[in-house]
Nanobody, 119 residues
Framework: QVQLVQSGGGLVQAGGSLRLSCAASGVTFSDNDIGWYRQAPGTQRDRVAFISWKGNINYADSVKGRFTTSSDNDNNTVYLQMNSLKPEDTAVYYC?????????????WGQGTQVTVSS
């Protein structure tokens, strides 16, 4: 059974930093594509960072240069370091792993964690 457990997040002033963690069980992160997403009230869930199973990383333009995602394969955990936070970064953040089995993709999500940036 695949489970993703998130930690981190909270309330921070604009310009501050936070780090989110996403620990996996039942799946090996380094074998699969991993994404970080966020969803603000009344909006769709958007991807902000992505790590491919090959190790390629990309970011949404809105966070490029401020957010960094990384993985700790020994602990099967991925991180999202968020610096220079802005009020518009306020959202619930989710990690997701995409697992392909027999040609089908199965998406597993973390429980979400609230990030609130005050101005």
């Amino acid at each position: 059974q695949v489970q993703l457990v998130q930690s981190g997040g909270g309330l921070v002033q604009a310009g501050g930093s936070l780090r989110l963690s996403c620990a996996a069980s039942g799946v090996t992160f380094s074998d699969n594509d991993i994404g970080w997403y966020r969803q603000a009230p009344g909006t769709q869930r958007d991807r902000v960072a992505f790590i491919s199973w090959k190790g390629n990383i990309n970011y949404a333009d809105s966070v490029k240069g401020r957010f960094t995602t990384s993985s700790d394969n020994d602990n099967n955990t991925v991180y999202l370091q968020m610096n220079s936070l802005k009020p518009e970064d306020t959202a619930v953040y989710y990690c997701k792993v995409a697992v392909v089995r027999s040609g089908l993709q199965y998406n597993y999500w973390g429980q979400g964690t609230q990030v609130t940036v005050s101005s």
